[in-house]
Structures are given as structure tokens and as C-alpha cells.
């Protein structure tokens, strides 16, 4: 296999807390066991909901933790005019489409579609924008009508043919779009999504291992398509375990008494917090 190239890649939408600790060594052992590189990205496209104080705090928890990283921060608020232009080429096309359904509308639609709607990455869209005639569309995207852009994966598979993608430990898995349907690549206040940030920066930064939990796992099947799509290198993929607490849930950001910061005020050196994320 070529060099390991991975990274961690957190939200300053709150304080690193002992899940995330855990997600970032998985990366961080697996290049620095095998000479590879460890990149760190911040994931901060929604604006509203991030905060540049978090991002600071990121920084700090993983020095103190001696988690180091190779090449500058890549932040991506800074290159959202490169995402524009990958959906633009995605626009050009055809293979997206914009959806004018609000939430609760589609919320409503699934419920009478009354088929399996609910995927392991939330709601399936039904659909229903992707029917509408061009010259509606047209009028309404004139008319500066609210919208989103949508993946068409049934068109993109069209283009692509059958998809795998393969894991670390030698897997491969076909993919299959219909865990997550039509998914959003882009949005009217923001002008990216997780899915087409996360697999353009994958490309750019030269990513050969993506590390990330086990829960973004289904997310894989809609980013194998979009790097087909686009040309991009397709890496292997390393979905860790999700860390538990000792009640058996697992980590998240509500949970305020194991962030990094709490721990290191009650006291604890960084070999604790790096046992407690080593169970
Ligand atoms: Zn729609």
C-alpha cells in the first residue's frame, strides 16, 4: 500500500471531549505506526454553529495531549469558492438538482410515502423536487426561492456504473446509494455540506486512509459516488469502534463531565486522559 495519509477532522461546534480523543489516536497511531502522515482539519462550514474560541480550544486539548499533526490546519471556511466550483461542475452536469421542500415538507411526504424512510443517516428524501419541469425550476431558482442542491444518484450511478469501496483490513463493499438517497451537497446559507467538503478536502489534501467512526460509515456509499463522479482518488476506509461510557452510551457533546477541559481542571495529566480514551 502507498504511504498512510489520514487526518482528524473535528467540528468547533463544542469542546473536544474523550470520544473525539479516541477518534483522533486511531489516526494518529495508524500514520505514526507506519511513517505516514496525521493531518488535522477543521470541519467548520456552518458558521452559525461554530465558534472560533472551540477551534482554539481543539488546537490546545490536542498539543497538551502530545496528539501532533504534520502540514498547517486546513480550515475549511477558507475554500468554500472551491467547493462552489466542484458543485458547479456537478451543476453543469446534471447531476444535481435544486429541492425546494422545507423540512417539515418533507417530513410530511415521507410520512404518506409510508416506505422505509428512515436511513442510518436520518430521513431519506422522497424524491420530490426531482420531478419538477425545467421551466419551473427555472422560475423559481429566478425568483430567488429558498433551496438546497441535491445529489440525482440514480443519474450519477447511470454515469458511474456499479461502485465499491474497500477498508483498511482488505473489505470491499459495494456500494449502495439507497442508504442515504438523495442528499444534499449544498446549501443556501451554507454553500457546501459535509458529504462534498469532506471527499473534495479528502482529494486535495492527498488522503489515503479516511478515519472516522463506525456511525459515519453509511455516509461512504454517497462519497464513493462523488469521487467517481469528480475524478478523485478513492482512499481506504478505517470506521473505528465508537468509544462508550461506563453506562454503555456513547460519548457525545452533551455530555460535559468528559471533555478534555473538565479533565484537565479535576486534575488529571494527559497519560490519564490518553488511558481513558485507550479502555
Ligand atoms: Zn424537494
Not at 36 to 57: K, N, S, V, Y
Not at 96 to 115: D, N
Not at 222 to 231: A, E, T
Request: net charge negative; proline share 5%.
Amino acid at each position: 500500500m502507498s504511504v498512510i495519509v489520514t487526518r482528524f477532522a473535528p467540528s468547533p461546534t463544542g469542546l473536544l471531549h474523550i470520544g473525539h480523543v479516541f477518534s483522533a489516536l486511531e489516526g494518529w497511531h495508524l500514520a505514526r505506526d507506519h511513517g505516514g502522515r496525521f493531518l488535522l482539519r477543521i470541519e467548520d462550514i456552518d458558521r452559525a454553529r461554530c465558534r472560533d474560541t472551540f477551534e482554539q480550544a481543539i488546537l490546545e486539548d490536542l498539543a497538551w495531549l502530545g496528539i501532533d499533526w504534520d502540514e498547517g490546519v486546513r480550515r475549511q471556511s477558507d475554500h468554500l469558492a472551491d467547493y462552489a466550483s466542484a458543485l458547479a461542475e456537478l451543476r453543469a452536469r446534471r447531476l444535481v438538482y435544486p429541492c425546494f421542500c422545507t423540512r417539515r415538507q418533507i417530513a410530511r411526504e415521507v410520512e404518506l410515502a409510508q416506505t422505509a424512510p428512515h436511513g442510518p443517516l436520518g430521513l431519506i428524501y422522497p424524491g420530490t423536487c426531482r420531478t419538477l419541469a425545467a421551466a419551473e425550476v427555472e422560475a423559481r431558482l429566478e425568483a430567488g426561492d429558498h433551496h438546497a442542491w441535491r445529489l440525482d444518484v440514480t443519474r450519477a450511478m447511470e454515469e458511474t456504473g456499479p461502485l465499491a469501496w474497500r477498508t483498511l483490513d482488505g473489505s470491499t463493499i459495494p456500494v449502495d446509494t439507497g442508504i442515504a438517497g438523495d442528499v444534499v451537497l449544498a446549501r443556501k446559507d451554507i454553500p457546501t455540506s459535509y458529504h462534498l467538503a469532506a471527499t473534495h478536502d479528502d482529494h486535495v489534501q492527498g488522503v489515503t486512509v479516511v478515519t472516522r467512526g463506525c456511525d459515519l460509515a453509511p455516509a461512504t456509499h454517497v462519497h464513493c459516488l462523488i469521487r467517481r463522479l469528480m475524478g478523485w482518488k478513492e482512499p481506504l476506509h478505517h470506521h473505528h469502534r465508537l468509544l462508550v461510557g461506563e453506562d454503555g452510551r456513547r460519548h457525545a457533546k452533551r455530555d460535559r463531565s468528559v471533555t478534555v477541559r473538565s479533565l484537565r481542571e479535576a486534575g488529571l495529566t494527559p497519560e490519564d486522559v490518553l488511558a481513558m480514551a485507550r479502555p
